[in-house]
């Protein structure tokens, strides 16, 4: 198989539907993020450790999820039906509530790191909080899924979740941020990080 097409030598790119886009558009930039951010879970759970299963196999099937969520920005609206539905939504929003509930509750913004996963897991917050951005940005001149916004938001929220189980499990304290004060009128629980 042939790796390279050279169709994107002069800066364009093929869409879902055969439209030809310049490679800095919004859409593109809008599911390049996301592909960013579908590799660096990729190495993230290259990181975990064989105790980490569930969370691992969580992550894989967030990578699916993620290229869901390319495709779909990748199409121009009724070109074919959507991937990314509202049971994704709910199903990412089940596992947050989850893990919100088992480390201790925080009144104030934590500072990303600790366990060397959970600062990955940080960083991959960060690129899709960014994807997010580029999403909001396509929705304001093109039509899209808007489930797939919604589920990027939800996964950033999951992520700090998973980062935050992933620093309880490992014993390892978080550092608040301390110039602040408390952000969090009561315990940061699992309709607040949403």
């Excluded at 899709?128 to 916004?149: D, F, K, Q, T």
Aim: hydrophobic share 35%; with cysteine.
């Amino acid at each position: 198989m042939q790796i390279y097409t050279k169709r994107g030598d002069y800066g364009n790119t093929n869409i879902i539907g055969g439209r030809t886009v310049k490679k800095d558009s919004v859409r593109v930039e809008a599911y390049g993020t996301i592909d960013e951010a579908n590799s660096l879970i990729g190495y993230i759970i290259s990181q975990m450790s064989e105790q980490d299963e569930s969370l691992k196999s969580e992550l894989i099937e967030l990578q699916h999820s993620l290229f869901d969520c390319g495709t779909d920005l990748a199409t121009p609206h009724g070109k074919k039906d959507y991937k990314v539905t509202e049971e994704m939504i709910k199903w990412i929003e089940s596992r947050i509530d989850v893990y919100a509930e088992i480390p201790d509750a925080i009144e104030s913004f934590v500072l990303p790191g600790g366990h060397p996963v959970a600062s990955l897991l940080h960083l991959a917050r960060t690129t899709v909080r960014r994807a997010e951005r580029r999403i909001v940005s396509l929705a304001a001149v093109e039509e899209i899924n808007l489930h797939v916004g919604i589920f990027i938001n939800r996964l950033s929220d999951y992520l700090f979740a998973a980062a935050r189980l992933v620093n309880h499990q490992a014993s390892v304290k978080e550092t608040l941020y301390e110039r602040g004060g408390k952000v969090f009128h009561t315990s940061l629980t699992k309709k607040d990080i949403r």
